[in-house]
Structures are given as C-alpha cells and as structure tokens.
C-alpha cells in the first residue's frame, strides 16, 4: 500500500479533471461534486483508450467514441470490449488530496517494447512512458545499467509485461543527443590513453572498440583477463580524461 500526496482540493474544479503521473503510471483526478471524487488509470488497460475526457455520471466512469464504460467504484468494465481499470482510493484531508494505491502490483501495468542497443547489438525490452510517442524503426533515448544511450525499437509499444526490463526510454528524439554526443570524434585519443594503460599491465589486452554513450560515458571492448588492476586503470583514466570509462570484455567461442 503506498500513499501519495496529489495536491489541494481547491487547486481542481467539478468537472475539469487534471491527469497527474505516479511512477510509469498515468492517473485521471476527477472531481464530480462539492466533494465527490474519483481517481483512475488516465489510459485504458487493453487498447489504451484516453479517458482524460470521460465524463462521470450515476456512478460510472464513460466515454460516447468508443462506447465505453467503467464502474467508479471497482474499476469494473460494463459497456465496451476492454479489461477492468484501475482505480485508485482517493482521500481529503485538510484541503490536500491524497491517493492510495491499493494493490501495489496493479501499478505494474507497463508499456514496453523491444529495442537494439549497443555497439555490438544487443538486445533488450525498455519500458515506454505513456507520453511518448514512439514507433516500430524509430531511433530513440533510452537510459539502462551501462549510461544513457541510443536505442532503435525493434516492435511497436505492447501493454501488460510485468517482466524484468533493460531500461527506460526517455526521449523520442535521437538527433537532439546525438548532436551533445561529446568525444565521438575524439575516441582514438582516447583509445591511445587506454592502450598505454593497459600496456603497462602484465597481462595481454586487445581493444576492439570504443564506445561513446550519450551520457559521455566510454564503453571499453576488449579482450583478456578481467582482474582488480583495471578498476584502478578506469579511475586514473577519469582522473586524467574527465570520462567515465567501464569495460566490456568479449568472450568467442571456441
């Protein structure tokens, strides 16, 4: 059970709802009444339905095109070709509005899709915020474990995983970064700094790539032995650079 502070009474009028976001989730407040209120899920579960312009009336949460119609109390579906939605419980006190969200995995309703990250093309499912709009092909934003990166989507955005995701899309629009992208034109001097780092190592290493992030974050490929002196071959690099370096060592097969 989590509760969430939304705002004041006063700040929303009757019949003008306001959509506010929690998380991944987008929420629909709507006021019916001096002080009748309700709180649910902004986009249908299924065909992801806008319903900022639903009406309220005689209990029940509808939209005329498509005809559509849900239960304010329980989120039930009664008219139309769709799941149940979420409704949240919406409380005041002392003029300031608070929502509590029930049934904590009902929030993991998400919108993913498949995308192509990666110097050497992998592959992994990012989480797609509602207000994106993003299609199959498109290259994007998005940030995972290893920076903010460039993305192309792979399929179209699908609703209901409840997976474990590679990361989050956070701009639709690639050439926007790609133009801050800080050391794409100067990564064989950086390359020649890392070489002469690892030089001086006892251990054999190959460089495949540099890889530049959006973030300026570099991304070494390489090939040897993983051991505790690279750690201190990154901090010096940085130190020396003013880039964030990591490793990413290849194996092939045999």
Same mark, same amino acid.
């Given at each position: 059970?989590?509760?969430?502070?939304? *705002?004041?009474?006063?700040?929303?009028? #009757?019949?003008?709802?306001?959509?506010?976001?929690? $998380?991944?989730?987008?929420?629909?407040?709507?006021?019916?009444?001096?002080?009748?209120?309700?709180?649910?899920?902004?986009?249908?579960?299924?065909?992801?339905?806008?319903?900022?312009?639903?009406?309220?009336?005689? *209990?029940?949460?509808?939209?005329?095109?498509?005809?559509?119609?849900?239960?304010?109390?329980?989120?039930?579906?009664?008219?139309?070709?769709?799941?149940?939605?979420?409704?949240?419980?919406?409380?005041?006190?002392?003029?300031?509005?608070? #929502?509590?969200?029930?049934?904590? %995995?009902?929030?993991?309703?998400?919108?993913?899709?498949?995308?192509?990250?990666?110097?050497?093309?992998?592959?992994?499912?990012?989480?797609?915020?509602?207000?994106?709009?993003?299609?199959?092909?498109?290259?994007?934003?998005?940030?995972?474990?290893?920076? #903010? %990166?460039?993305?192309?989507?792979?399929?179209?955005?699908?609703?209901?995983?409840? $997976?474990?995701?590679?990361?989050?899309?956070?701009?639709?629009?690639?050439?926007?970064?790609?133009?801050?992208?800080?050391?794409?034109?100067?990564?064989?001097?950086?390359?020649?700094?890392?070489?002469?780092?690892?030089?001086?190592?006892?251990?054999?290493?190959?460089?495949?790539?540099?890889?530049?992030?959006?973030? $300026?974050?570099?991304?070494?490929?390489?090939? *040897?032995?993983?051991?505790?002196?690279? $750690?201190?071959?990154?901090?010096?690099?940085?130190?020396?650079?003013?880039?964030?370096?990591?490793?990413?060592?290849?194996?092939?097969?045999?």
């Amino acid at each position: 059970m989590k509760r969430i502070r939304i *705002g004041h009474d006063y700040e929303i009028g #009757v019949h003008q709802p306001i959509s506010k976001t929690i $998380g991944t989730l987008e929420i629909v407040i709507y006021r019916f009444g001096a002080s009748d209120w309700a709180a649910f899920e902004r986009y249908s579960p299924v065909y992801r339905i806008d319903l900022i312009n639903a009406s309220i009336d005689d *209990g029940f949460i509808s939209l005329s095109n498509p005809e559509l119609s849900f239960s304010v109390e329980t989120g039930e579906c009664v008219k139309g070709k769709e799941e149940d939605l979420l409704v949240l419980q919406l409380s005041v006190e002392r003029s300031e509005l608070f #929502v509590t969200l029930l049934i904590p %995995e009902q929030v993991n309703h998400q919108i993913t899709c498949l995308a192509k990250y990666g110097s050497d093309g992998r592959i992994g499912r990012f989480l797609v915020p509602d207000h994106l709009e993003i299609t199959q092909r498109m290259i994007a934003v998005a940030e995972t474990a290893r920076g #903010v %990166e460039r993305v192309e989507l792979l399929e179209e955005p699908k609703y209901g995983f409840d $997976g474990i995701v590679t990361g989050t899309i956070i701009h639709s629009e690639y050439a926007t970064y790609e133009s801050q992208l800080k050391y794409k034109d100067d990564l064989q001097q950086l390359s020649n700094a890392v070489e002469e780092k690892l030089s001086a190592l006892p251990n054999s290493y190959i460089i495949l790539e540099l890889e530049s992030l959006l973030d $300026g974050t570099v991304i070494i490929h390489a090939v *040897g032995e993983l051991t505790n002196q690279l $750690g201190i071959i990154t901090a010096e690099l940085a130190q020396e650079t003013g880039v964030a370096f990591s490793f990413n060592f290849c194996e092939f097969a045999s």
